[in-house]
């Protein structure tokens, strides 16, 4: 289940190799792990595996749209 949706403009990308992304698309979930387990069933591919961002307090996964939009997943730690 999502609990909150909540859309960064103008967000620097922090993910290494990655180009920057001119938003972010971030949903709050339940379990990262899980949801991130579900949706590779599902033939969605992540540009990372769920970790710990410890200086945001978050476990996070990201993973891009069919257009190359970032969205994360994250669970406040």
């Known amino acids: 289940m999502v609990r909150f949706i909540k859309l960064i403009v103008n967000y620097v990308d922090c993910l290494e190799g990655e180009s920057q992304s001119r938003f ?3 949903f709050e ?4 792990d899980k949801n991130d387990n579900r949706f590779l069933e599902n033939g969605i591919k992540f540009v990372n595996k769920p970790h710990d ?4 307090g978050e476990r ?4 891009r749209d069919p257009e190359g939009n970032l ?3 994250y669970i406040m730690l």
Do not use: P
């Not at 979930?29 to 990262?32: E, F, I, K, L, S």
């Not at 996070?60 to 993973?63: G, I, K, N």
């Open 53 to 56: 961002r410890k200086e945001w």
């Open 29 to 32: 979930v339940g379990d990262v």
């Open 24 to 26: 972010l698309l971030q």
């Open 71 to 73: 969205i994360e997943i």
């Open 60 to 63: 996070v996964a990201h993973f």
